[in-house]
Protein backbone atom coordinates (compact mmCIF):
# COMPACT_ATOMS: atom_id res chain seq x y z
CA UNK A 1 0.00 0.00 0.00
CA UNK A 2 2.68 2.32 0.52
CA UNK A 3 2.96 3.08 -3.70
CA UNK A 4 -0.43 4.86 -2.76
CA UNK A 5 0.55 8.22 -2.03
CA UNK A 6 0.29 11.75 -2.44
CA UNK A 7 2.94 11.95 -4.89
CA UNK A 8 1.89 8.88 -7.05
CA UNK A 9 -1.66 9.98 -6.84
CA UNK A 10 -0.34 13.16 -8.60
CA UNK A 11 1.32 11.58 -11.15
CA UNK A 12 -1.64 9.65 -11.72
CA UNK A 13 -3.70 12.74 -12.10
CA UNK A 14 -1.38 13.79 -15.04
CA UNK A 15 -1.74 10.48 -16.88
CA UNK A 16 -5.70 10.70 -16.20
CA UNK A 17 -5.12 14.99 -17.79
CA UNK A 18 -3.70 13.63 -20.29
CA UNK A 19 -6.82 12.55 -23.15
CA UNK A 20 -8.34 15.55 -21.83
CA UNK A 21 -5.36 17.82 -23.10
CA UNK A 22 -5.18 16.18 -26.64
CA UNK A 23 -8.88 16.35 -26.64
CA UNK A 24 -8.95 20.20 -26.19
CA UNK A 25 -6.13 20.55 -28.33
CA UNK A 26 -7.43 18.42 -31.20
CA UNK A 27 -11.06 20.17 -31.28
CA UNK A 28 -8.96 23.53 -31.17
CA UNK A 29 -10.21 24.02 -27.44
CA UNK A 30 -6.90 25.66 -27.11
CA UNK A 31 -7.84 27.76 -23.93
CA UNK A 32 -9.04 24.51 -21.74
CA UNK A 33 -6.04 23.12 -23.55
CA UNK A 34 -3.79 25.58 -22.09
CA UNK A 35 -5.24 25.32 -18.44
CA UNK A 36 -5.12 21.61 -18.32
CA UNK A 37 -1.62 21.30 -20.09
CA UNK A 38 -0.92 23.83 -17.22
CA UNK A 39 -2.37 21.81 -14.29
CA UNK A 40 -1.03 18.57 -15.52
CA UNK A 41 2.81 19.81 -16.08
CA UNK A 42 2.53 21.40 -12.23
CA UNK A 43 2.02 17.81 -11.52
CA UNK A 44 5.31 16.68 -12.43
CA UNK A 45 6.79 19.72 -9.95
CA UNK A 46 4.41 18.89 -7.01
CA UNK A 47 4.86 15.05 -7.12
CA UNK A 48 8.56 15.99 -7.00
CA UNK A 49 8.07 18.46 -3.96
CA UNK A 50 5.94 15.80 -2.65
CA UNK A 51 8.13 12.44 -2.72
CA UNK A 52 11.27 14.74 -1.02
CA UNK A 53 9.65 16.71 1.42
CA UNK A 54 7.17 14.29 2.60
CA UNK A 55 9.52 11.03 2.06
CA UNK A 56 7.17 9.60 -0.03
CA UNK A 57 9.95 8.30 -2.83
CA UNK A 58 9.45 5.18 -3.36
CA UNK A 59 10.85 2.73 -6.46
CA UNK A 60 7.26 2.53 -8.24
CA UNK A 61 7.06 6.25 -8.41
CA UNK A 62 10.58 6.68 -9.59
CA UNK A 63 9.79 4.28 -12.46
CA UNK A 64 5.61 5.78 -12.71
CA UNK A 65 7.31 9.41 -12.74
CA UNK A 66 9.46 9.69 -16.49
CA UNK A 67 6.58 7.31 -18.06
CA UNK A 68 3.69 9.64 -16.95
CA UNK A 69 6.30 12.06 -18.12
CA UNK A 70 6.53 10.97 -21.85
CA UNK A 71 3.00 10.11 -21.85
CA UNK A 72 2.06 13.61 -21.62
CA UNK A 73 4.82 15.49 -23.74
CA UNK A 74 4.31 12.61 -26.82
CA UNK A 75 0.47 12.88 -26.57
CA UNK A 76 0.50 16.60 -26.15
CA UNK A 77 3.28 17.31 -29.77
CA UNK A 78 1.12 14.88 -31.47
CA UNK A 79 -1.51 16.42 -31.22
CA UNK A 80 -0.15 19.78 -31.33
CA UNK A 81 1.47 18.85 -34.72
CA UNK A 82 -2.17 17.80 -35.99
CA UNK A 83 -4.05 20.81 -35.09
CA UNK A 84 -0.84 22.62 -37.08
CA UNK A 85 -0.11 24.37 -33.66
CA UNK A 86 3.81 22.83 -33.79
CA UNK A 87 6.02 21.87 -36.99
CA UNK A 88 6.25 18.41 -37.60
CA UNK A 89 9.60 18.42 -37.85
CA UNK A 90 10.07 19.10 -34.35
CA UNK A 91 7.49 16.63 -33.32
CA UNK A 92 9.24 14.11 -35.45
CA UNK A 93 12.39 15.05 -33.57
CA UNK A 94 11.47 14.59 -30.17
CA UNK A 95 10.12 10.56 -30.75
CA UNK A 96 13.31 10.01 -32.77
CA UNK A 97 15.06 11.00 -28.92
CA UNK A 98 12.76 8.90 -27.46
CA UNK A 99 12.95 5.86 -29.25
CA UNK A 100 16.49 6.15 -28.99
CA UNK A 101 16.71 5.65 -25.87
CA UNK A 102 14.09 3.36 -25.18
CA UNK A 103 16.23 1.44 -27.83
CA UNK A 104 19.51 1.61 -26.18
CA UNK A 105 17.65 1.50 -22.63
CA UNK A 106 15.95 -2.08 -24.20
CA UNK A 107 19.70 -3.30 -25.08
CA UNK A 108 21.11 -2.46 -22.00
CA UNK A 109 18.63 -4.86 -20.10
CA UNK A 110 19.07 -7.44 -22.88
CA UNK A 111 22.74 -7.43 -22.67
CA UNK A 112 23.98 -6.15 -19.43
CA UNK A 113 23.49 -5.87 -15.41
CA UNK A 114 22.26 -2.36 -15.69
CA UNK A 115 19.12 -2.07 -14.26
CA UNK A 116 18.41 1.80 -13.47
CA UNK A 117 18.70 4.28 -16.11
CA UNK A 118 18.41 7.74 -13.92
CA UNK A 119 17.25 10.71 -16.38
CA UNK A 120 20.17 13.12 -16.93
CA UNK A 121 20.32 16.65 -16.25
CA UNK A 122 19.83 17.87 -20.20
CA UNK A 123 16.88 15.57 -19.92
CA UNK A 124 15.70 17.37 -17.38
CA UNK A 125 16.38 20.53 -19.12
CA UNK A 126 15.21 19.25 -22.81
CA UNK A 127 11.95 18.18 -20.99
CA UNK A 128 11.21 21.73 -19.63
CA UNK A 129 12.04 23.32 -22.71
CA UNK A 130 9.62 21.20 -24.79
CA UNK A 131 7.25 21.98 -22.04
CA UNK A 132 7.40 24.98 -22.34
CA UNK A 133 7.31 25.57 -26.60
CA UNK A 134 4.16 23.61 -25.93
CA UNK A 135 3.11 26.25 -23.54
CA UNK A 136 3.70 28.97 -26.08
CA UNK A 137 2.45 26.92 -28.93
CA UNK A 138 -0.70 26.87 -26.23
CA UNK A 139 -0.85 30.72 -24.89
CA UNK A 140 -0.83 31.73 -28.85
CA UNK A 141 -3.58 29.83 -30.18
CA UNK A 142 -5.79 30.20 -26.79
CA UNK A 143 -4.99 34.32 -26.75
CA UNK A 144 -4.63 34.85 -30.62
CA UNK A 145 -0.96 36.29 -30.32
CA UNK A 146 0.26 37.16 -33.52
CA UNK A 147 2.93 38.49 -32.33
CA UNK A 148 4.22 35.87 -30.16
CA UNK A 149 7.41 34.47 -32.15
CA UNK A 150 7.30 30.97 -31.57
CA UNK A 151 10.16 29.76 -33.87
CA UNK A 152 12.42 30.58 -30.70
CA UNK A 153 10.71 28.30 -28.38
CA UNK A 154 10.89 25.59 -31.28
CA UNK A 155 14.22 25.83 -31.91
CA UNK A 156 15.68 26.00 -28.02
CA UNK A 157 13.16 22.78 -27.40
CA UNK A 158 14.89 20.84 -30.57
CA UNK A 159 18.69 21.79 -29.44
CA UNK A 160 18.26 20.70 -25.95
CA UNK A 161 16.32 17.90 -27.22
CA UNK A 162 19.34 16.79 -29.61
CA UNK A 163 21.98 17.80 -26.99
CA UNK A 164 20.45 15.58 -24.25
CA UNK A 165 20.24 12.72 -26.69
CA UNK A 166 23.86 13.19 -27.65
CA UNK A 167 24.40 12.71 -23.94
CA UNK A 168 22.51 9.35 -23.60
CA UNK A 169 24.19 7.85 -26.46
CA UNK A 170 27.74 8.58 -24.86
CA UNK A 171 26.03 7.56 -21.46
CA UNK A 172 25.48 4.10 -23.40
CA UNK A 173 29.08 4.34 -24.99
CA UNK A 174 30.48 4.74 -21.63
CA UNK A 175 28.25 1.69 -20.67
CA UNK A 176 29.60 -0.59 -23.57
CA UNK A 177 33.19 0.30 -22.71
CA UNK A 178 32.93 -0.63 -19.35
CA UNK A 179 31.19 -3.63 -19.97
CA UNK A 180 33.74 -4.83 -22.50
CA UNK A 181 36.81 -4.21 -20.46
CA UNK A 182 35.03 -6.15 -18.15
CA UNK A 183 34.72 -9.20 -20.35
CA UNK A 184 38.45 -9.11 -22.02
CA UNK A 185 40.58 -11.70 -20.70
CA UNK A 186 43.55 -9.70 -18.87
CA UNK A 187 46.64 -9.24 -20.72
CA UNK A 188 49.93 -11.49 -20.40
CA UNK A 189 51.56 -9.28 -17.95
CA UNK A 190 48.62 -8.98 -15.39
CA UNK A 191 49.03 -12.69 -14.82
CA UNK A 192 49.56 -12.46 -10.54
CA UNK A 193 53.33 -13.98 -10.00
CA UNK A 194 53.60 -17.57 -8.77
CA UNK A 195 54.65 -17.45 -4.72
CA UNK A 196 57.87 -18.79 -4.45
Known amino acids: MKNFNLANGLTAARLALTPVAVDAI??????????????????????????????????????????????????????????????????????????????????????????????????????????????????KGAFSLRLLPLAPFFWVAAAATVWSGAGYVWRGALMARQRAAAASPPTEGAHPQPRG
Open 26 to 139: LTRRFRLALVVFFVASMTDVFDGLAARRLKLDTKFGAYFDPIADKVLLAAAYLALGGAGAVPWWLVILIFARDFLILGMATAALLFTAYREFPPSVWGKISTFFQLLAGGAALM
